[in-house]
């Protein structure tokens, strides 16, 4: 097998259909992830999305991992964090068929072990590839069988009952699932709340005709905030292809920073455990930190990316953590990441009192900030290093190097900047208490990488 380093990533296995990804090459990532978990596990539980190509990927990895004498448990059409679900639930580990937010022509394998324990470069995706690339050993004996099982019912009650939805008041609120996998989920976990869903784009279509589902893009938002606007919703909620993350708008249609939900929740999950640990990573708001010390808290700051989240929440026992990329995790949900609970959370912070939503989260904004700008640069290692030095001298300046280069500034603003592991791009981070002073510090830094 030829190398497979392009389409074997830190936290997945991701290609195009029909030149990097086939049902051959799916059907040896099955036998060695089979191979991979056999001493854990007599079965496997496969999920998909509704992408074209993904039911036939699915069925080739669940021949493979048959062929290695492992059972397969199928629950198909699922959102990803209704795979972890299945897998934590179940107590197996699980293969979830998803792209996520890539373009149609994409399809990819997210991989955990029993109680949604991620798997990644370092916690066996390395090993799966080693093995495809080397050529799985065949299985001599009985081969496995499949079993098929709906979980979505029990998926729907588990996460409502870890959030009580029961005594809040009626809220409109318009819901766009970019033809993904919201469209699946919502209509059963938001059945018989007193929430009305103004529908967007709930038919599941691999395609993506009306946009991308990719709500980190301000563009994929457009549509959403008109509707919200228009019908006076109290909030949007916009999930991603395989909806494992959901943003949020409010009454007027604006963004609500994934920070600023992630502060929400934690003052949330605080009230329920006071004293807790709450993660957040090193690009989220200062605010979070401050905020979750404030009610008591302890928060803990982490590297960007869910399997360094999920591993610190395992070490700590931190009941919540959150990312600037709208991932959130909760350690009752397996320490994984959905964006529906949160989602759960931000309507029943809403319901409970009168407030509309601009005037409730105001309270957890206290910065300006940049999002991510990207550059694309010939030596990353070269211009992080010219950053460095020009900030070094500077008096007050604290620097750190956790995750690419974050440097705080005595006004209280700070920066990060790091490398993308698969492009030759720099992404800067900017933060300050006024959209001036981010606009300053961001063309400083810009000029520095940008040369």
């Not at 997210?110 to 080397?134: F, M, N, T, W, Y």
């Not at 934690?266 to 004293?275: M, Q």
């Not at 964006?339 to 300006?368: F, I, K, N, W």
Request: with cysteine.
């Amino acid at each position: 097998m030829s190398d497979l380093s392009a389409i074997v990533k830190a936290y997945d296995i991701r290609g195009v259909v029909g030149e990097q990804l086939n049902a051959e090459l799916v059907r040896d990532f099955g036998s060695a992830f089979a191979l991979l978990i056999k001493p854990e596990s007599p079965s496997v539980v496969i999920g998909h999305d509704m992408r074209e190509s993904s039911p036939a990927l699915a069925a080739a990895f669940a021949e493979g991992v048959n062929a290695q004498g492992l059972d397969v448990v199928s629950i198909g059409l699922a959102s990803t964090d209704q795979l972890y679900f299945a897998s934590g639930s179940l107590n197996l580990p699980g293969a979830m068929f998803t792209a996520s937010h890539n373009p149609a022509k994409y399809n990819g394998i997210k991989l955990c072990r029993a109680g949604a324990a991620p798997v990644g470069q370092d916690s066996g995706l390395a090993e799966i590839r080693d093995s495809v690339e080397q050529g799985v050993p065949a299985f001599e004996g009985q081969p496995g069988t499949v079993t098929e099982r709906d979980v979505l019912t029990d998926y729907a009650a588990y996460l409502r009952k870890l959030v009580d939805l029961s005594a809040i008041r009626s809220l409109n609120i318009v819901v766009d699932a970019g033809n993904g996998m919201g469209g699946h989920t919502v209509p059963t976990v938001f059945n018989g709340l007193p929430i009305n869903v103004v529908p967007m784009y709930f038919e599941l279509d691999g395609s993506f005709p009306n946009h991308e589902a990719n709500p980190l893009d301000p563009k994929n938002l457009v549509d959403l905030q008109a509707k919200v606007r228009e019908v006076g919703a109290d909030a949007g909620l916009a999930f991603d292809g395989d909806a494992d993350r959901c943003f949020v708008v409010d009454e007027r249609g604006e963004p609500v920073s994934p920070s600023a939900i992630t502060a929400l929740v934690a003052v949330r999950e605080l009230a329920k455990e006071p004293a807790s640990l709450i993660i957040h990573n090193l690009i989220t708001s200062k605010a979070v930190p401050e905020i979750v010390a404030e009610h008591g808290g302890k928060p803990v700051r982490t590297r960007v990316g869910h399997s360094f989240i999920k591993a610190e929440m395992a070490r700590s026992g931190a009941i919540f953590g959150g990312e600037h990329s709208a991932h959130y995790y909760f350690r009752d949900f397996w320490r994984a990441d959905t964006g529906m609970l949160a989602a759960l959370h931000v309507l029943a912070a809403l319901g409970e009192q009168d407030r509309p939503l601009s005037e409730l989260t105001a309270e957890y904004r206290r910065y300006a900030a940049s999002g991510e700008i990207n550059s694309t640069v010939d030596d990353q290692v070269a211009r992080m290093l010219a950053v460095k030095d020009a900030f070094a001298n500077r008096p007050g300046v604290k620097i750190d190097e956790l995750d690419g280069l974050t440097i705080e500034l005595p006004d209280r603003s700070w920066f990060n900047l790091r490398p993308s592991n698969t492009e030759p791009l720099l992404r800067l981070n900017v933060e300050a208490p006024t959209k001036e002073s981010v606009d300053a510090l961001a063309a400083d830094v810009l000029a520095l990488v940008r040369g």
